[in-house]
């Protein structure tokens, strides 16, 4: 027999021979965001595999990718699934399937702990890349926490409110999402996810707003600036997908349609969840992509000489520089050819040597200035201006003879 899934509320009546499903966009962004997740998490591994240095973070960052992986490929075969992204009272409880309800049910408990994963890896990137003070270093943990506990409630709540009731077939999980506390306007599931979408949204903004805060830590490079700039660009992305996500919520508790608004929620929810895991890869990308990338000077061969490992087998030799390389230029030779510092290999600005140090660059507080020692007034008209230099008794290569009479204030 012929029912909606919820009887239509005032204004609205139902039309049951809508059909198919209208997730593809959906499918489209999990299919494109996927290999990009992987693609940047794999370049953060090598990046740390290179330096072979792990931190916490880094394990935080990889169970993150595992979660969120999983979570965007689950959403591709929910997408394709009918009837997903039709009003709740357009959809004929005799067209639906336990693989859909449970598909369903399943993508909504793990969205809450993959969206509190990329929240626990956006405060640790924020600590590790800015020189960040302690009440930033406190807030975040209690962040952390409160993100942990609100993206929690909402898990629980919808496996307490939604659970198929009272087995685990078809018509239970029908029943469960036709209770009052599921998918009512009152019901307990639809007030959690709004205050979970504000919640997320408002660490969002904090997260922003204190990277932007923060970035006078940094001591950066005309180049580096850019990269920084890009970071910002991200973190604004993910802010903006975190309010359409709420806004969207908002709509559906107005409609009482808990699921005509699944396509733009789940969209802007992957989109927010792929862009807070390629954010802390970035660094790790843009340093890969450096290290292979950037012509390294040889003393051996003349400057501006391109590297044959990147010649392709359509490039003609013919048209290289003809400069002959010497035989051989040791470093000193090389330092008198070229005086630029600009070409100065392995240069090291002192802005790094800085960063990780106790000490600034203008951190004059330790350093007490010497009082003023002037010479002794000549005592008659002809005398000279200056002392004359006593004779020492002893030799010139005495220890006694080298000491000087100095004289520190404690």
Not at 204 to 215: C, F, G, H, V
Not at 401 to 410: D, G
Request: charged share 15%.
């Amino acid at each position: 027999m012929e029912s909606p899934l919820r009887s239509a509320p005032l204004g609205f009546e139902s039309n049951l021979g809508q059909s198919g499903s209208l997730g593809l966009p959906v499918v489209v962004l999990a299919g494109i965001c996927l290999p990009l997740v992987l693609l940047f998490a794999f370049a953060h591994v090598y990046a740390r595999v290179l330096v072979n240095k792990w931190i916490v973070h880094d394990y935080v960052y990889l169970i993150s990718c595992l979660f969120s992986v999983l979570f965007i490929a689950f959403s591709m075969p929910l997408g394709l699934a009918e009837p997903f992204g039709q009003r709740v009272w357009n959809i004929n409880t005799a067209a639906l399937t336990k693989t859909y309800m449970s598909l369903l049910h399943a993508f909504t408990i793990s969205t809450g702990l993959v969206l509190w994963f990329t929240k626990v890896i956006t405060f640790g990137f924020v600590i590790r890349i800015f020189d960040a003070p302690r009440w930033f270093r406190h807030s975040s943990y209690v962040g952390i926490i409160l993100t942990g506990l609100i993206f929690s409630q909402y898990t629980v709540t919808v496996v307490l409110a939604c659970g198929p009731k009272p087995d685990d077939d078809l018509k239970s999980y029908i029943n469960g999402f036709r209770t009052q506390a599921c998918s009512a306007q009152s019901g307990v599931h639809m007030i959690t996810g709004i205050t979970t979408s504000l919640f997320n949204c408002i660490t969002d903004l904090y997260l922003l707003s204190a990277a932007i805060y923060l970035r006078k830590t940094l001591r950066e490079s005309t180049r580096q600036m850019k990269s920084t700039y890009l970071l910002y660009l991200g973190g604004f992305l993910a802010f903006v997908c975190s309010f359409i996500s709420m806004v969207f919520r908002i709509k559906s508790w107005q409609d009482s349609d808990i699921t005509g608004y699944q396509v733009p929620i789940d969209f802007t929810v992957i989109l927010e969840v792929v862009l807070c895991l390629i954010l802390p890869a970035m660094p790790s990308t843009f340093e890969i992509w450096k290290f292979y990338t950037h012509v390294e000077i040889v003393e051996r061969s003349t400057i501006g000489t391109p590297s044959t490992m990147w010649l392709t087998s359509r490039t003609n030799l013919s048209t290289l520089p003809s400069t002959p390389s010497p035989s051989h230029e040791g470093r000193g030779g090389w330092r008198k050819t070229h005086l630029s510092i600009e070409e100065l290999p392995f240069r090291k600005p002192s802005v790094d040597y800085y960063r990780n140090s106790p000490l600034k660059p203008l951190d004059m507080t330790r350093m007490k200035a010497l009082p003023a020692t002037p010479l002794p007034a000549p005592k008659t008209p002809t005398a000279p201006k200056t002392p004359r230099t006593p004779k020492t008794p002893k030799t010139p290569n005495s220890v006694k003879s080298m000491q000087l009479p100095i004289l520190l204030e404690q």
